[in-house]
């Protein structure tokens, strides 16, 4: 049962801390998107993979936040320095080429205090 | 205003009830996906669709291009359809991602 796997599911830490989020896409899957959940702004995309390149990081603060794939196995997250208000639900989706076809992994919490 | 909406924001229903969602927005797209989300997070896709209408046991997904508007029905409605629903679009040309709604809280009592 293929799915697309996100490390840690839960994560608190302290404001200024660095944050890493890890994504396993789906075997095969070519197209890797990052998306942060609140309850106000609902699902924003923050960036967008193809073939391991990135695409589309316009939605993401690139003071703080990076996304990268070392490999086509793995997507990375990072927040530096980290603040209160980027505690959300952070979602990894992969797909295997349309940009409407994603399959979501269970998502990383994460609470900055 | 947000580039999708959804209709309603909550809503309660019996179980057994007949269920429609809908989603309208303001730019012609070239495709739509209906998403369930659970309690506890996971996001699951219900529809992929750019015409007509599709349908996957008690759910049915419509579309309407020219009105920009896409409905989501639930038959028989149950306890276990409870989750948040949520529209997403797909706009042609450069704008090649996904823009969502804000989601539809569905409580289905038993």
């Known amino acids: 049962d293929a799915r697309v796997t996100q490390t840690p599911r839960h994560k608190v830490t302290e404001m200024g801390q660095e944050v890493t989020m890890r994504c396993q896409p789906i075997l095969g899957h070519n197209t890797v998107f990052w998306y942060r959940q609140t309850m106000m702004q609902g699902l924003e995309l923050l960036a967008y993979f193809r073939n391991r390149a990135p695409l589309d990081d316009s939605g993401m603060p690139k003071d703080r936040f990076s996304a990268e794939m070392p490999d086509a196995t793995l997507a990375t997250l990072k927040i530096q320095p980290s603040e209160p208000r980027d505690s959300a639900v952070y979602f990894c989706a992969s797909g295997p080429g349309r940009v409407l076809e994603q399959f979501f992994g269970p998502g990383t919490r994460l609470t900055v205090l | 205003k947000n580039e999708v909406e959804q209709s309603p924001q909550n809503l309660t229903a019996q179980e057994g009830e007949f269920i429609t969602i809908n989603c309208s927005y303001s730019?012609?797209?070239?495709?739509l996906h209906w998403l369930q989300q659970h309690p506890g997070g996971g996001i699951v896709s219900l529809f992929m669709l750019s015409s007509g209408k599709k349908k996957h046991g008690r759910l049915i997904a419509t579309i309407n291009i020219q009105e920009k508007h896409s409905s989501l029905h639930i038959t028989a409605s149950h306890p276990r359809d409870s989750a948040v629903y949520i529209c997403?679009?797909?706009?042609?040309?450069?704008?090649?991602?996904?823009?969502f709604g804000t989601g539809t809280l569905l409580a289905v009592q038993p």
């Open positions: 730019v012609g797209i070239s495709a």
């Open positions: 997403a679009v797909l706009y042609g040309g450069a704008t090649n991602k996904l823009i």
